[in-house]
């Protein structure tokens, strides 16, 4: 991802977002480019907080799309009540049924037994979690550093790349691998209580959801910890990140 200053015809300043699709995303489906293009058109069209379009290209070895330029920034010391608005996004955004208009867009696929030598898992572990009670449409990775604010308030939610229709627990459990560090245990009850209270949510199936994000993220606690360092919060270590993430697994942060 690319931010481009350039010069209108007018002679106004503007900023505008280049978005490559990496080799990851294009092998998960080839057609990404195009999908996220009609994908933030759709949601722009309903009043979603994203990335306004502007032109793609899904023809080329590359494909590419460009964006406007989303005025906000990640929060790398993000205040609590933070967690409330993200919650009220996740279930905005679950409540689209995905229908006709949405037929572009890719079914979530299931993924891998989880496995770990770095989290302690249930011996029961009994996967995968059952079919959802309704599918809907999932961000993918919906994470502190894809939430951008202004004035204390969200702004917008950008990198949609891994869009796909399937079950909303998926992204609330990706999210809350994400909180239980980054915000704190009491944040990410916080935001699932919120979140439990519109939609629902099956206990037993969410904790299933949280092992397999908190196994994905568990062997790269060491660089996240590394990077948001950097940014400021020396609270964050690999042995933090890892203790709230096998909280998670043990289920200890329902709300």
Same mark, same amino acid.
């Not at 996740?90 to 867009?105: N, R, Y």
């Not at 599918?135 to 004035?151: A, K, S």
């Not at 891994?162 to 560090?181: E, F, H, K, M, Y």
């Given at each position: 991802?690319?931010?481009? !200053?350039?010069?209108?015809?007018? @002679?106004? *300043?503007?900023?505008?977002?280049?978005?490559?699709? @990496?080799?990851? &995303?294009?092998?998960? &489906?080839?057609?990404?480019?195009? $999908?996220?293009?009609?994908?933030? $058109?759709?949601?722009?069209?309903?009043?979603?907080?994203?990335?306004?379009?502007?032109?793609? /290209?899904?023809?080329?070895?590359?494909?590419?799309?460009?964006?406007?330029?989303?005025?906000? !920034?990640? %929060?790398?010391?993000? *205040?609590? !009540?933070?967690?409330?608005?993200?919650?009220?996004? =996740?279930? /905005?955004?679950?409540?689209?049924?995905?229908?006709?208009?949405?037929?572009?867009?890719?079914?979530?696929?299931?993924?891998?037994? *989880?496995?770990?030598?770095? =989290?302690?898992?249930?011996?029961?572990? /009994?996967?995968?979690? @059952?079919?959802?009670?309704?599918?809907?449409?999932?961000? +993918?990775?919906?994470?502190?550093? &894809?939430?951008? #604010?202004? &004035?204390? +308030?969200?702004?917008?939610?950008?990198? #949609? !790349?891994?869009?796909?229709?399937?079950?909303? %627990? $998926?992204?609330?459990?990706?999210?809350?691998?994400?909180?239980?560090?980054?915000? @704190?245990?009491?944040?990410?009850?916080?935001?699932?209580?919120?979140?439990?209270?519109?939609?629902? =949510?099956?206990?037993?199936?969410?904790?299933?959801?949280?092992?397999?994000?908190?196994? $994905?993220?568990?062997?790269?606690?060491?660089?996240?910890?590394?990077?948001?360092?950097?940014?400021?919060?020396?609270?964050?270590?690999?042995?933090v990140i890892l203790e709230r993430l096998q909280e998670l697994v043990d289920g200890a942060v329902m709300p």
């Amino acid at each position: 991802m690319s931010l481009l !200053e350039i010069v209108c015809s007018d @002679g106004r *300043p503007a900023r505008i977002v280049l978005r490559r699709c @990496g080799r990851a &995303n294009l092998l998960a &489906n080839p057609d990404t480019a195009d $999908t996220e293009f009609r994908l933030l $058109t759709h949601l722009a069209a309903l009043g979603y907080p994203v990335p306004r379009t502007l032109v793609h /290209d899904p023809s080329c070895a590359a494909p590419w799309l460009l964006l406007d330029y989303s005025d906000g !920034e990640p %929060l790398w010391h993000p *205040p609590e !009540e933070h967690a409330l608005a993200m919650a009220g996004f =996740l279930v /905005d955004l679950h409540g689209i049924a995905p229908g006709e208009a949405l037929s572009f867009v890719p079914c979530q696929t299931m993924p891998d037994t *989880p496995a770990s030598t770095l =989290l302690d898992l249930p011996a029961d572990l /009994d996967w995968p979690p @059952g079919a959802p009670g309704a599918r809907r449409l999932l961000h +993918g990775d919906f994470w502190t550093g &894809n939430v951008l #604010w202004r &004035n204390g +308030g969200l702004a917008a939610v950008i990198d #949609w !790349e891994d869009a796909v229709i399937g079950d909303p %627990l $998926t992204d609330l459990a990706i999210a809350r691998s994400n909180l239980v560090w980054t915000h @704190g245990i009491r944040a990410c009850r916080t935001f699932t209580a919120h979140y439990r209270d519109a939609m629902g =949510l099956d206990p037993y199936r969410l904790r299933l959801w949280d092992i397999h994000a908190a196994v $994905t993220m568990a062997p790269h606690a060491g660089d996240y910890a590394a990077d948001w360092q950097d940014l400021g919060r020396m609270d964050l270590s690999e042995a933090v990140i890892l203790e709230r993430l096998q909280e998670l697994v043990d289920g200890a942060v329902m709300p």
